[in-house]
Nanobody, 119 residues
């Protein structure tokens, strides 16, 4: 069983930055992908970014390209999301998730951390 714990959310002014962290616990943690998702009030959950755990290849949603950076530290079982040039529309609960293998969906989820960007 994999447990994911996010941290780093908070309140920031537009144009500011935040860094989210997600620490995974579990035996022999080696997922295929780790991802960051977000859900704003009244909206569906959407993917923000994902990273291939072993290769480091990344994917970003168009809305965050050039502003957000996903990275990982395999030794610490941790994935990060550096968020720069934040906009009010980035306000949401941010979740990290783990996809165990290429044939799996994102199966394990954290509890979420609130990010609020004021204008």
């Amino acid at each position: 069983q994999v447990q994911l714990v996010e941290s780093g959310g908070g309140l920031v002014q537009a144009g500011g930055s935040l860094r989210l962290s997600c620490v995974a616990s579990g035996r022999a943690f080696s997922p295929y992908h780790m991802g960051w998702f977000r859900q704003a009030p009244g909206k569906e959950r959407e993917i923000v970014a994902r990273i291939n755990w072993s290769s480091g290849s990344t994917y970003y949603a168009d809305s965050v390209k050039g502003r957000f950076t996903i990275s990982n530290n395999n030794a610490k079982n941790t994935v990060y999301l550096q968020m720069n040039s934040l906009k009010p529309e980035d306000t949401a609960v941010y979740f990290c998730a783990s996809r165990p293998s290429q044939s799996d969906d994102f199966r394990y989820w954290g509890q979420g951390t609130q990010v609020t960007v004021s204008s």
